[in-house]
């Protein structure tokens, strides 16, 4: 296969952006896109030329490292599958590619197609989780979950974290992000205790991040490579509002 | 044979049921105040290192974490898949703590320590009702209670699951306790850092340098103690199950400060994994042991027969497995079955363009759950289609994210035709020799999960490194830090301008600007392919003494090549990838010389190592009690010099045997 990829190279944070167009040859369409990133790269150090940074960490879809805007959607053509899983029998011989970072306000570019998404960490350390020390714990069996529930909580908790759902975003909303976190917990008997406070919590801090709101569009769980549902941030509405309706703080 | 003077295990005495119970009810305490003024660091953040860093930071001591991903929920226990074990016998099948420890030594072929794999037994209960109470969703019956399945080398069900993904949803609730420090300003977070060596006052192990990879500023970071949760090496073969970034390095330049390193020789070659599809290939997926629950593994009875699987008849099929194993069939442990499909492939019998994969098929269990899905539905005599589909559906429940996995990443799809698979290199049993209290040759130096040696003797069995992470993390290390930190109250705060951080600090700067001033023609990733091919054939699953002395040679020379030739693009002061993986690769380039230097001391073979020249009549491995019953710990002297020390292994509660499974 042969490939023209227009790719975004950007020095850090401080510095402008450009496009830089690359040819590529011999691509064959078992590898992963990856993979072809890697023959990119390699070509790039026998010319004696930067490489291009890009993250990516487990290449089998489940860490959330991997982060490729590829021809205007997250992850790429395919649904359900995060760049690392994206093969190169998607595309055609001579096609062009675009590929960009995730672009968002509270995503800032670290190199290239590297961002930090920090920020997740935030939300999640505001309240994304049951505060039980360990030790705390009674037998496993004590507490009965039903199986759909169960079901559901894992659904939502299937999420890898990569940021696609603020990406596809028109407004770069983390919704889908923070009411996977939030649904998972609010469905369990164990996330009952804190339910009310942390859906709070973790609205708050997703709004001081600067993420955008959200207007049901619905992309960010049409790109999301794990499916996550819709659903979820009806939910967390529901969470939220009842948190604030009855909110003890002042 | 005795046990080297430089090496003292320090376990406990008494009976085996006592001895964890006892020591930590013996083992020194520090009190709370004192604890605010000890700071440990930890160095990674999968299950070991963040329950670690969670659990230390909720008993009270001043926790600093650092992960070289960009979150640490990225740290790469998050792919595993099929399970953890522990042993609460809610299925009532007769599993028991002794049950487990049982299992786990003789997978391990009788090369781990009773007393660590029995307090791993333990406390593997507790693991699960953590997990619980963090919220983490593990797969349920319809009760609403836990749902457990059958792994490798188990005749109970003990292994505890959330499809898959079990590994993601442990790490993220393990990952949730340690942000939950992070919002209370108990642990700070250094993600996008890695450690590149560790300070050694003393004699003690006091602090670490580390690289802010975003800056490329270098950092000196204080600590009472030091946790290193850095994860196992299985990366020196260039292609394996690990994520890209695993790496040795932390674990690498502990060695060089005098820790020693335990058994590198015993590496997991995992027997289903997606085959080797092309030369541009840049890891491996493993395909979850949970798949061999349900999936058959055959090859045809004809050589070289290339006829498409459903032309083959049932009568033309040899489940290699189910004939050589009764007993366990296709659940025998994972070196087991990984020298099987070898034997069978290099016998010719391969199947695939490469012809170095054998099927796993999951027609008869798609047609088994059908009928009793019909069943169960009332559907009488239903048609093979509806069969099929009713089929389909139950293991798409069980196992659907890996067949859509399966479907990606070879454009085949599991449930039409069988998968095709082959051994890969996924885990190191291997690492940082630890004593009872999980601290290393150096004081005040700490090695939990994959990093360490510590558990899983020569071979692990399936679903117990998740175990081992968490245990060690959650529940061993809160404890036995203790007998070191409370002795180290009276020390103060360490100041970071110690002329060892000072010299320290300047070595790990030198090394930098000498990967950045070859400028030679070869990058950092054709060197690590060029090592891999030699590990995977020269140290890989068949092990023979020629060609490990050819290896040592080849790697010297690859080595020394490395180190004039080598071209790392961009600069010491910018986010730079290409100079972190030179680093890595460098430290891998020495580390596969002790590999190979172990795998020749260790004259039989005895789970995942398999030395060609010891075998019974009917291929299995052939131990050597009498003299290899012990855990090879080697010490670093200087560039491809190395002295082993011997700990000698006794086995008072298990009855040694030659490990049968069939």
């Not at chain 1, 150090?45 to 590829?70: L, Q, T, W």
């Not at chain 2, 642990?187 to 560790?198: A, C, F, I, S």
Request: proline letters at 4%.
């Amino acid at each position: 296969m042969h490939l023209t990829l227009k790719v975004w190279r950007q020095k850090n944070n401080d510095s402008e952006g450009r496009f830089e167009t690359y040819e590529l040859d011999g691509i064959s369409s078992d590898m992963s896109f990856l993979e072809m990133f890697d023959v990119l790269n390699e070509k790039l150090i026998a010319e004696n030329k930067e490489p291009v940074a890009f993250d990516h960490d487990c290449r089998e879809g489940i860490c959330g490292m991997c982060s490729m805007y590829i021809n205007g959607r997250p992850h790429g053509p395919l649904q359900g599958v995060a760049t690392c899983q994206l093969h190169m029998r998607s595309f055609n011989d001579g096609d062009t590619i675009v590929v960009e970072p995730w672009r968002a306000v509270a995503f800032p570019v670290i190199k290239d197609l590297v961002v930090s998404r920090t920020a997740f960490d935030r939300i999640v350390a505001s309240g994304g989780f049951v505060s039980v020390n360990t030790g705390n714990a009674q037998d496993a069996n004590s507490l009965p979950v039903p199986k759909e529930a169960a079901d559901h909580a894992f659904m939502a908790a299937a999420c890898i974290g990569c940021g696609a759902c603020v990406a596809a975003c028109k407004n770069s909303s983390a919704m889908l992000f923070v009411s996977a976190k939030i649904s998972q917990l609010a469905l369990l008997p164990q996330g009952q205790a804190e339910r009310k406070i942390r859906a709070e919590k973790m609205v708050a801090q997703m709004d001081t991040e600067g993420f955008g709101a959200c207007t049901n569009t619905g992309a960010c769980s049409a790109e999301c490579p794990k499916e996550i549902s819709m659903e979820n941030i009806a939910r967390m509405n529901r969470e939220y509002l009842g948190a604030k309706l009855t909110s003890s703080a002042v | 044979m005795a046990t080297s003077s430089r090496l003292n295990a320090k376990i406990p005495e008494g009976p085996l049921q006592d001895k964890w119970t006892k020591y930590r009810s013996s083992v020194p305490l520090v009190n709370p105040s004192n604890k605010r003024r000890l700071e440990v660091i930890v160095v990674g953040t999968g299950l070991a290192g963040a329950s670690a860093a969670a659990t230390l930071a909720e008993l009270g001591y001043k926790v600093k974490a650092f992960c070289f991903q960009d979150s640490p929920r990225r740290a790469h226990s998050i792919a595993a898949q099929g399970g953890i074990n522990a042993a609460k016998n809610y299925q009532n099948d007769g599993d028991s703590i002794y049950r487990l420890f049982y299992d786990t030594v003789k997978g391990g072929d009788y090369r781990s320590r009773e007393a660590n794999v029995y307090r791993l037994a333990e406390v593997s209960g507790s693991i699960i009702d953590q997990c619980v109470a963090q919220g983490v969703p593990f797969a349920r019956e319809y009760g609403g209670l836990l749902s457990n399945r059958s792994f490798g080398g188990v005749q109970v069900q003990r292994t505890f699951y959330a499809a898959g993904q079990t590994g993601q949803q442990l790490l993220l609730g393990a990952y949730s306790a340690l942000e939950r420090q992070v919002g209370m300003g108990t642990v700070q977070m250094y993600t996008r850092h890695e450690m590149l060596d560790v300070v050694v006052i003393d004699g003690k192990c006091q602090g670490v340098i580390v690289r802010n990879l975003v800056t490329g500023e270098i950092e000196r970071h204080a600590g009472h103690a030091v946790l290193l949760c850095s994860g196992g090496y299985g990366n020196v073969f260039y292609l394996s199950t690990n994520a890209m970034g695993c790496n040795v390095t932390a674990a690498w330049k502990a060695h060089k400060r005098g820790a020693f390193f335990g058994n590198p020789c015993f590496t997991q070659i995992h027997p289903t994994c997606i085959p080797v599809s092309s030369e541009h290939q840049s890891k491996l997926t493993l395909m979850s042991e949970s798949l061999r629950n349900d999936g058959r593994i055959w090859v045809p009875k004809k050589k070289d027969d290339t006829r498409n699987p459903s032309q083959i008849l049932e009568e033309e099929r040899d489940y290699y497995l189910e004939r050589r194993y009764p007993a366990f069939g296709n659940l025998v442990p994972r070196d087991i079955a990984s020298r099987a499909a070898k034997e069978r492939c290099d016998a010719g019998y391969g199947v695939g363009p490469s012809k170095m994969a054998v099927y796993l098929d999951y027609s008869s269990a798609i047609e088994r759950y059908g009928r009793a899905e019909a069943n169960k539905n009332n559907i009488h005599s239903p048609t093979d289609e509806q069969v099929r589909a009713l089929g389909k559906a139950v293991v798409k429940e069980k196992y659907g994210n890996l067949f859509d996995m399966y479907k990606q990443i070879t454009g085949e799809d599991p449930y039409e035709v069988p998968m095709r698979i082959y051994p890969a290199v996924h885990y190191t049993m291997g690492g940082l020799w630890v004593d009872y209290n999980l601290m290393t040759t150096v004081p005040g130096l700490y090695a939990l999960g994959e990093a360490n040696f510590s558990d899983h003797g020569a071979n692990r069995l399936g679903a117990s490194a998740l175990m081992q992470g968490l245990a060690d993390g959650y529940f061993v290390i809160p404890y036995t830090i203790g007998s070191y930190l409370a002795n180290e109250i009276r020390t103060g705060a360490i100041a970071t301008s110690h002329p060892a951080f000072e010299k320290t600090e300047q070595e790990v700067k030198d090394r930098i600007e000498k990967l950045l001033t070859i400028n030679g023609h070869t990058s950092p990733e054709q060197f690590h392919r060029r090592l891999g091919h030699i590990m995977w054939n020269k140290c890989g699953m068949a092990r023979n003494e020629q060609g490990l002395r050819e290896a040592i040679e080849e790697i010297r020379t690859l080595r020394q090549e490395f180190w004039q030739d080598v071209r790392v693009m961009g600069t010491a002061n910018e986010y730079n990838p290409e100079l972190d993986k030179a680093s890595r690769v460098a430290d891998f380039l020495e580390l596969g010389e002790l590999m190979c230097l172990d795998a020749l001391d260790r004259n039989e073979s005895c789970g995942g190592h398999f030395r060609e020249e010891y075998q019974t009549e009917e291929g299995e491995a052939l131990r050597d009690d009498e003299n290899y019953m012990y855990v090879s710990a080697w010490e670093y002297h200087n560039d491809s010099q190395w002295e082993l020390h011997k700990e000698d292994l006794e086995y008072d509660n298990i009855k040694i045997a030659q490990r049968s499974y069939k």
